[in-house]
């Protein structure tokens, strides 16, 4: 695997763990589970996402 295929299949397992746990962040806020330490989980790590995203955008990335 090459360092463009291994960026390319980080990204979209990115991607997709971000959408993953913002819907099961969804739901946990329908059952009036916000301040749940999963949810809690979830909300880190999507500001961890949000930011590594937005730095590869920096860098003309996406």
Not at 22 to 46: H, I
């Amino acid at each position: 695997m090459d360092r463009l295929e291994a960026f390319e299949k980080m990204l979209s397992d990115l991607r997709g763990r971000a959408e993953a746990e913002a819907k099961l962040m969804r739901e946990l806020e329908a059952q009036g589970k916000k301040k749940s330490a999963t949810y809690r989980q979830y909300l880190s790590n999507r500001l961890l996402y949000k930011a590594m995203l937005d730095t590869y955008r920096e860098y003309g990335l996406l």
